[in-house]
């Protein structure tokens, strides 16, 4: 499965050089936009976590200090994402991003599915050596990441079950859908206090 599911990150190109900073809200509100408000790494949904997005520099400041406010730099991403790259950009060059072996791929190209994957169970893998070192930087394996993606699950699969039981209130399994309602409710807090105990809602 894909890291960002049926989401399809592109960058709006219209943008470069129109921010005087990559902080500006607008700047802001259009990557929140393109990045569909997930983190564009790990695919975590904003909505969740306590803390603001961030906005990564894809191509660090170090290393590209002339695309500092440039848009098709930027990437939506969480704080433990971002923290995770951090200045890391082992090719040294502004040209690629990834060699053979390491380095970090756009996740606003389509190239970023051919290194990361998804299990079934949420988890993120890295499917090239590429996706290995990606994974190791930003942590991908030893953070929480399953439970975050089975809350974002159980979130929709309450949202529809209340849709149904707005639109259905003759409907004669009200009962049992009420129940599952309840019962993916208790779910939801409980991973939800895992996710605020190991510090993913960040
Ligand atoms: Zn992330």
Redesign the pocket.
Known sequence: MRIHGEYIIKRRTDCNGKFSKYSDQLCRNYLKEDFFNI?G??G?PMELLKARAQIDHFIPKDFAPSKENDYSNLVY??Q??NRGKWHHWPTQCVEYSYNEKEGFVDPATKEFDLHLERLDSGEIIGITEVGRYMVEKMRLDIRPISIMWKVDVLNRKLEKIANIIKRLPEEPNLIELYRGYIDASEQLKHSLNVLYNQNESM
């Open positions: 983190c790494y790990c975590k991403s969480c433990k994402c």
